[in-house]
């Protein structure tokens, strides 16, 4: 693997760079944010500003209005991107709607995208993804999908409640994953205000950076089009897999872009505020700190290329990106706890970007599976090699 990044992605990721500092950063104590994330007023001044510059949808194709960035490039602007808990979404490659718009320019028919995709590639709309259920449905166990689809006419009735749906409040469409008669699943496509779709409520959660917040859902006799059908019927598992390995791994570019801000943040103040006699940063444990931050995101770095080098060579990285998964979730999250400790009391308040970051961060190690689950499936894999070997 080369590791050197090609002239055109450094003049992309520095183009990145300075926009987030110049255009973004100043927006982040902006009014028009809530607890429940961006509103949807702040999030099209976002989007307004990043397509003036030509950073908008950038992982898209071509061919839908995107900059057709390889998981390489993704790699390299989505961290700059991330440096600032506003970045993804003016860029729009924000969850869910990155990992949405992914899947869609796999499966979806024309006529599917030209209705629902081009829109959000041009920030137009957004989007949201329904898995997750209430126990005892599908949590990190897909297979235990509560949700029901029933073949009525040309239509599927849909009903079931989901919850945790990021970006489920103002989506402007959804993709839900049903469980059929004979027991396999499959992807839906629906408008937001079909009948048969309600908002319960928007759940409280520690972060607070994505579009929309995490709703709760409930679908009641939702009538969906055979032509509404994303993909092929039965095949809702494997259209997951198109849709997660490439977007654990994209969780795991942005939230660098977060623990590297939050690493700038302390080593700026440890290196200037004084305490027995020198700056904190000359004191043995702060420098370890700042030494195993480093080498922590480095470490995140690595994973994520070698993972989205392996994407990019064609191969499903499904084990690599589960294990990128675990690496960035957990060392990025050590790289702000650091942060935190040594800024003391900025660090638990809001007078420093850290808390922010330390709060919005730590839901990182659950989503998109938590961490046991990923090495669950890890061990499986590998016990499973061995005795393939042994034989």
């Known amino acids: 693997m080369d590791f050197s990044l090609s002239p055109e992605i450094i003049a992309l990721r520095d183009k990145t760079r300075e926009f987030i500092a110049e255009q973004i950063i100043p927006l982040e104590n902006d009014a028009r944010a809530s607890h429940h994330g961006p509103s949807e007023e702040l999030r099209r001044e976002l ?8 950073l908008l949808t950038p992982h898209a194709s071509k061919d839908m209005g995107g900059l057709g960035l390889s998981h390489i490039a993704k790699a390299a602007v989505f961290e700059e991107a991330g440096y600032s808990w506003l970045g993804p979404t ?53 297979s235990m999908l509560m949700t029901t689809a029933v073949r009525d006419g040309n239509d599927y009735l849909i009903n079931g409640v989901k919850w945790f749906i990021t970006g489920a409040d103002g989506a402007d469409y959804i993709i839900i994953m049903a469980r059929m008669e004979d027991g396999s699943a499959t992807m839906f496509l629906s408008d937001m205000d079909r009948p048969g779709i ?14 929309g917040g995490h709703g709760v859902l409930r679908f009641e006799n939702l ?14 598992f494997r259209y997951a897999q198109v849709r997660l390995a490439p977007a654990r791994l994209t969780h795991c570019m942005r939230w660098l872009g ?7 943040i302390a080593l700026n103040y440890v290196s200037r505020r004084q305490a027995f006699g020198k700056p904190l940063a000359e004191h043995e444990g702060v420098g370890f700190m700042l ?29 690599e990106s589960s294990r990128a998964k675990v690496v960035c979730s957990e060392a990025e999250w050590r790289v702000v706890d650091r942060c935190v400790q040594m800024l003391g009391g900025q660090g638990v308040t809001g007078e420093s970007p850290v808390m922010r970051i330390f709060t ?30 042994s034989n």
């Open 47 to 54: 989007v307004g500003r990043a397509k003036a510059v030509g």
């Open 90 to 142: 003016a860029l729009n490659i924000h969850a869910p709607d990155e990992g949405n718009i992914h899947l869609m320019e796999e499966v979806a028919t024309h006529e599917q995208k030209e209705r629902w995709l081009r829109p959000q590639v041009a920030g137009q709309t957004r989007s949201c993804f329904a898995m997750t259920e209430p126990s005892p449905g599908a949590g990190a166990d897909p």
């Open 198 to 211: 309600t908002l319960e409520r928007n759940m409280d959660a520690l972060d607070a950076c994505f579009t």
């Open 223 to 236: 009538r969906v089009p055979a032509s509404d059908v994303l993909g092929e019927i039965g095949k809702g």
């Open 258 to 264: 977060q623990a590297r801000r939050a690493h700038d």
């Open 291 to 319: 030494a195993d931050n480093d080498i922590d995101l480095q470490t995140a770095r690595l994973h994520i290329w070698h993972t989205a080098w392996l994407l990019d060579k064609g191969e499903k990285g499904n084990y």
């Open 360 to 389: 919005d961060m730590r839901a990182f190690r659950v989503y998109d599976g938590p961490s046991e689950v990923h090495r669950w499936s890890m061990a499986r894999k590998l016990v499973h090699a061995a005795g393939k070997t």
